[in-house]
């Protein structure tokens, strides 16, 4: 069992940056790939970014790509999510979630965090 636990949203202006943390704790965390993705209310959860075991790998959707960083630290059993020039249309639930193997579809991520939440005004 991994457990993760998402931090460091919040309510922006449209431009503005934040960091997301997912702090995971459990056996194996640097074996797993990791994910992050986001729920808008009325739509579908949505792939955003992965990092493989290594931090070697990295893959991000069209929407957030050369925005949106993610990277990992296996020592501190953490991954991030740096959102810069953060859009209204950002505005949503953000989960953290690890796999046995890197992909964007989210029903291959075994274990997820509750979610923390994002709000971009513009």
């Known amino acids: 069992q991994v457990q993760l636990v998402e931090s460091g949203g919040g309510l922006v202006q449209a431009g503005d940056s934040l960091r997301l943390s997912c702090a995971a704790s459990?056996?194996?965390?640097?074996?797993?790939?990791m994910g992050w993705f986001r729920q808008a209310p009325g739509k579908e959860r949505q792939f955003i970014a992965a990092?493989?075991?290594?931090?070697?790998?990295?893959s991000y959707a069209d929407s957030v790509k050369g925005r949106f960083t993610i990277s990992r630290d296996n020592a501190k059993n953490t991954v991030y999510l740096q959102m810069n020039s953060l859009k209204p249309e950002d505005t949503a639930v953000y989960y953290c979630?690890?796999?046995?193997?890197?992909?964007?579809?989210?029903?291959?991520?075994?274990?997820w965090g509750q979610g923390t939440q994002v709000t971009v005004s513009s």
């Open positions: 979630a690890a796999a046995r193997a890197m992909g964007t579809l989210s029903y291959r991520y075994e274990y």
């Open positions: 459990g056996r194996r965390f640097s074996s797993y790939a």
């Open positions: 990092i493989s075991w290594s931090g070697s790998t990295t």
